[in-house]
């Protein structure tokens, strides 16, 4: 075991994603969290003066693997991503699925299925890290699109995420947080949390500043998509009596239409 803090950089890329690259500083491991442009990335670890050893793919759409095969074939990295979507991931020479748990030069990562997105999605958890890289399972403010699963399968995706430790840095693929916190306060308008986080989200963005990472007890606190239960966005639903998956799904739909 390697409980060792590794440097993360987080840059955005493409329109509205994230890459993000972890370092170890002593051995030099250095792994992308998927590769959603190989430009980018490419500058980041010809600046740092860094060598890609691994890629973590977290599902198959495009804005997350379109630089496996050009970064691979300058690094020669290990690309590792989910089994469930195996055939869609270019480049993949490791697939791993939900519960697993493997090491990277002593660094564990557990694996947390996140399927609704894709039906293949992953996460991965660094618990000596305290970090977690949902991807487009879980946004700061929001959650993914249901492109190809249904809505109890990213209910049952969210709960997953949402049992990790509360002070869990969580990352995720887009900047997407101006506009869920407009539609977090659609149905959540006196949670006072929400409103100040709205607040400071203008203020970084103004500012061009990033609102990720966030924290999973932030998310739990001002996230709609992770709030179900809760009794004062059921009020503004009307629906007190339904089940925490009839509200979540719900709140999907209204985003999806917001
Ligand atoms: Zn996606």
Do not use: W
Request: negative net charge; hydrophobic residues 40%.
């Amino acid at each position: 075991m390697n409980a060792k803090k590794l440097q993360i950089f987080q840059f955005p890329c493409r329109d509205d994603n994230y890459g993000v690259i972890l370092r170890d500083r002593e051995t030099g491991t250095t792994i992308s969290i998927d590769a959603p442009e190989t430009d980018a990335i490419d500058d980041v670890l010809e600046s740092k003066g860094l060598k890609l050893t691994h890629i973590l793919t977290t599902h198959h759409h495009g804005d997350h693997v379109a630089g496996n095969e050009a970064l691979k074939a300058k690094y020669g990295c290990e690309i590792i991503g989910p089994k469930d979507e195996e055939a869609k991931i270019p480049g993949i020479d490791k697939a791993v699925a939900h519960g697993d748990t493997f090491e990277i030069d002593g660094h564990a990562i557990s694996v947390i299925g996140t399927p609704g997105h894709t039906l293949g999605q992953i996460a991965y958890y660094f618990p000596d890290q305290g970090a977690a890289f949902c991807a487009d399972a879980l946004f700061a403010l929001g959650c993914g699109r249901i492109f190809e699963g249904t809505p109890q399968m990213m209910f049952t995706a969210l709960s997953r995420l949402q049992a990790l430790p509360d002070e869990t840095m969580v990352y995720a693929g887009h900047e997407y947080t101006l506009a869920n916190a407009k539609f977090a306060l659609s149905v959540d308008p006196n949670n006072q949390q929400l409103i100040d986080r709205a607040r400071e989200i203008e203020l970084l963005r103004d500012d061009g500043k990033p609102t990720l990472p966030t924290t999973m007890q932030l998310e739990k606190q001002t996230n709609p998509f992770l709030r179900a239960s809760d009794p004062a966005i059921r009020a503004v639903l009307d629906m007190a009596d339904a089940s925490d998956l009839e509200v979540f799904t719900e709140i999907r739909s209204r985003k999806d239409r917001f």
